[in-house]
Every structure is written in C-alpha cells, then in structure tokens.
T-cell receptor, first 114, second 111 residues
Framework: NAGVMQNPRHLVRRRGQEARLRCSPMKGHSHVYWYRQLPEEGLKFMVYLQKENIIDESGMPKERFSAEFPKEGPSILRIQQVVRGDSAAYFC????????????FGDGTRLSIL | QQPVQSPQAVILREGEDAVINCSSSKALYSVHWYRQKHGEAPVFLMILLKGGEQKGHDKISASFNEKKQQSSLYLTASQLSYSGTYFCGTEISDNNNDMRFGAGTRLTVKP
C-alpha cells in the first residue's frame, strides 16, 4: 500500500499523558500537513512540514503541541499533557509540494482522552 | 481565509441532483474538492485552477467562476454511494501552505 499511513488508528490517553501520532507520507511525497477534525466539523489546518523543516505552524496551539518531520522516518505530531479538549480525529496529508498538486489523506488517528 | 460552504446539509432521493457552493471573499488561486465518508479519510475529487473552468468526474462535476471567488460542485442523478461530507479547500497563492477547508456539506442520498 503506497498511500499515506497513520498510526495508531485509535489512541486512548488519560489526562496529563503524552500522545504521539505518526504519519508516513505517500511514496515520493516530501510535504506533510496535519489537520484536526472535531465530530461533525471541518478540517482545521494545524501545521505544514517538509523534511526537517516546519514551514507553517500557524494553526498549532502555542503550548503542548509540536510536530516534526525528520530526515528519516515518519512525521510525528506530539501532544504533551493532554486534556479532554484534545479529543479529536487527527488527519495527516501529503503531497508532492508542486503547484496544484492534491493532498492525499491518511485514515486518521482518533484520539480519546479519559 | 476559510471558505464558506453552502448548504450545510442536503438530503436527496436516488436520482436527484444537488449543487454545493464554495465562496471566498478574495480571488482564489485554486479550489480543491474532497469527499469524506463517515469514519474515513477525505478523498480527493478534483482541482480547478482557471476562471471559467469546468471539470467533470463521472457524474460529479465542478465549475470555477470567472472572478475565481466561487466554485460549485454538481452531483447529477445521485447514487447512494455519493453520501458523505463534501469539503472545498481553497488556496489564495501557489505557496503550498495556505490551503484552508470549508466547514463541509453533508450529503445524504436515500433510496
């Protein structure tokens, strides 16, 4: 399967714990985007990364949230000291990064905070 | 910067037609359309780039007006498989980092 791979599909954490969400982009794609989706709502942009660079993190909360896309390995969205309000579906998308190229989405990680 | 979609929800019978609109207060660089079924990933449908452009995908097609501030998605002779939430994503430049999605239009097709 050469599509965007996200894991885990479901993640349960207790308040105060850390959540790590992983995203392997589609083969050949070096541009990764993270979105957050609450039930029955739209996709809210969080961050846009290229290999080893954060290009735009204007949608990321200033505290507790961080993202990286290392030279080797998947992109990671990290949420520290999770709170109930962090419960959501987090989608990763990747693209070729060229003008007018579509974003291809992974199946998402459903994060539940107890 | 987030585009405005309308309507919020549509309920159709099989075979009926629907139109979903996506509007921006600024001229757009491009419009992307996606469909998301419940519990699944959004799936890319099509991109429109040029003012006045129309593009088709099976019985689903879209247009982009001349001023590049509005796009419409047309679903004709709807099928049960068309059910889902449709999102438009709009870019105001070719920087790859400014696409933002509308709130979505939930389409339900009933037998």
């Amino acid at each position: 399967n050469a599509g965007v791979m996200q894991n885990p599909r479901h993640l349960v954490r207790r308040r105060g714990q850390e959540a790590r969400l992983r995203c392997s982009p589609m083969k050949g794609h070096s541009h990764v985007y993270w979105y957050r989706q609450l039930p029955e709502e739209g996709l809210k942009f969080m961050v846009y990364l290229q290999k080893e660079n954060i290009i735009d993190e204007s949608g990321m909360p200033k505290e507790r949230f961080s993202a990286e896309f290392p030279k080797e390995g998947p992109s990671i969205l990290r949420i520290q000291q999770v709170v109930r309000g962090d419960s959501a579906a987090y989608f990763c998308a990747s693209s070729l990064g060229q003008t007018n190229q579509p974003q291809h989405f992974g199946d998402g990680t459903r994060l539940s905070i107890l | 910067q987030q585009p405005v979609q309308s309507p919020q929800a549509v309920i159709l019978r099989e075979g009926e037609d629907a139109v979903i609109n996506c509007s921006s207060s600024k001229a757009l660089y491009s419009v992307h359309w996606y469909r998301q079924k419940h519990g699944e990933a959004p799936v890319f449908l099509m991109i429109l780039l040029k003012g006045g452009e129309q593009k088709g995908h099976d019985k689903i097609s879209a247009s982009f007006n001349e001023k590049k501030q509005q796009s419409s998605l047309y679903l004709t002779a709807s099928q049960l498989s068309y059910s889902g939430t449709y999102f438009c994503g709009t870019e105001i430049s070719d920087n790859n980092n400014d696409m933002r999605f509308g709130a979505g239009t939930r389409l339900t097709v009933k037998p």
